[in-house]
């Protein structure tokens, strides 16, 4: 198992931004599947941003042009630019991995086996 541990989460006006980092230990390939998954209160928790084996990034629609997930292989990190966030971002963060090759990550049904504890964004109008 890998373990992930988020940060760079917090409370931001409407407008405003935030980085997320996701930091993977031990060795964690370049070449797996990782991702952002994000719960708001009282919702279920939805897939935001992933990239695939080959790099290929996902993005749902609703953050679609104002976030941007890379990855920094050298520091074994995943990171989620949020811009122009919006009071309906609101909500836990977390970053999600798997160890198995995977490309044309499915939004909707990726499932992946290792989660970070998450972090809280809170988005003020």
């Known amino acids: 198992r890998v373990h992930l541990s988020e940060s760079g989460g917090g409370s931001v006006q409407a407008g405003g931004s935030l980085r997320l980092s996701c930091v993977a230990s031990?060795?964690?390939?370049?070449?797996?599947?990782m991702g952002w998954f994000r719960q708001a209160p009282g919702q279920e928790r939805e897939a935001i941003a992933t990239?695939?084996?080959?790099?290929?990034?996902t993005y749902a629609e609703s953050v679609k042009g104002r976030f941007t997930i890379s990855r920094d292989a050298a520091r074994n990190t995943l990171n989620l630019q949020m811009d122009n966030l919006k009071p309906e971002d609101t909500g836990k963060y977390y970053c999600?991995?798997?160890?198995?090759?995977?490309?044309?990550?499915?939004?909707?049904?990726?499932?992946?086996?290792?989660w970070g504890q998450g972090t809280q964004v809170t988005v003020s109008s």
């Open positions: 031990d060795y964690f390939g370049t070449n797996y599947p």
């Open positions: 999600a991995a798997d160890t198995i090759l995977t490309f044309e990550l499915a939004l909707d049904t990726w499932s992946p086996p290792d």
């Open positions: 990239i695939d084996s080959g790099g290929w990034t």
